[in-house]
T-cell receptor
Framework: NAGVTQTPKFQVLKTGQSMTLQCAQD?????MYWYRQDPGMGLRLIYY???????DKGEVPNGYNVSRLNKREFSLRLESAAPSQTSVYFC?????????????FGPGTRLTVL | QKEVEQNSGPLSVPEGAIASLNCTYS??????FFWYRQYSGKSPELIMS????GDKEDGRFTAQLNKASQYVSLLIRDSQPSDSATYLC???????????FGTGTQLKVEL
């Protein structure tokens, strides 16, 4: 089992460029999440998908879109990158979305927007 | 007021000592509590979950939950240099589906 995988590991973008971060899990989990982590801010939820076919906004959704492609895959898209989106992005998955659902994280994508 | 609060540290303890990490939360309806360990440059790794008042032990780790006082703590016995990391507290509201994270406490275990 690979667990949660993310691609790419590192990315440098120029302001205004677009890109998609990919996430996949092989644990047959129902729920998937995208977080960003910034110094002093902790982990903040961008978007989540409680189950295949559903997506919902988290704490900081502006500037991002997501797609739950199937049960395994959940992608995060930056349509027009801004320097404020420089961050480390983590994808996570959970067997269930309600209380008690332990979340497991991928290795992260380190994104720099110039 | 932050929803989940942790002292940022660094908390320094000598090797072999007990490290005590604390976390308070504001939502009284919270039902699920988690501790993650994060090494520098790595992703968070789940080390403990606790759902009911009292203590839960797993190896050298003990999680303690007190819902009346709205705090959760993590004790690490016989601390090792390999325990040096940032520890994140995470809380999920009852019936909810989102985790709220604290900003983490940096632990340094010194030889």
């Amino acid at each position: 089992n690979a667990g949660v995988t993310q691609t790419p590991k590192f990315q440098v973008l120029k302001t205004g460029q677009s890109m998609t971060l990919q996430c996949a899990q092989d644990m047959n989990h129902n729920s998937m999440y995208w977080y960003r982590q910034d110094p002093g801010m902790g982990l903040r939820l961008i978007y989540y998908s409680a189950s295949e076919g559903t997506t919902d906004k988290g704490e900081v959704p502006n500037g991002y879109n997501v797609s739950r492609l199937n049960k395994r895959e959940f992608s995060l898209r930056l349509e027009s990158a801004a320097p404020s989106q420089t961050s480390v992005y983590f994808c996570a998955s959970s067997a269930r979305s309600t209380s008690g659902g332990e979340q497991f994280f991928g290795p992260g994508t380190r994104l720099t927007v110039l | 007021q932050k929803e989940v609060e942790q002292n940022s540290g660094p908390l320094s303890v000598p090797e072999g000592a007990i490290a005590s990490l604390n976390c308070t939360y504001s939502d009284r309806g919270s039902q699920s509590f988690f501790w993650y360990r994060q090494y520098s440059g790595k992703s968070p790794e789940l080390i403990m979950s606790i759902y009911s008042n009292g203590d839960k032990e797993d190896g050298r780790f003990t999680a303690q939950l007190n819902k009346a006082s709205q705090y959760v703590s993590l004790l690490i016995r016989d601390s090792q240099p390999s325990d040096s990391a940032t520890y994140l507290c995470a809380v999920m509201a009852g019936g909810g589906n989102k985790l709220t994270f604290g900003t983490g406490t940096q632990l340094k275990v010194e030889l």
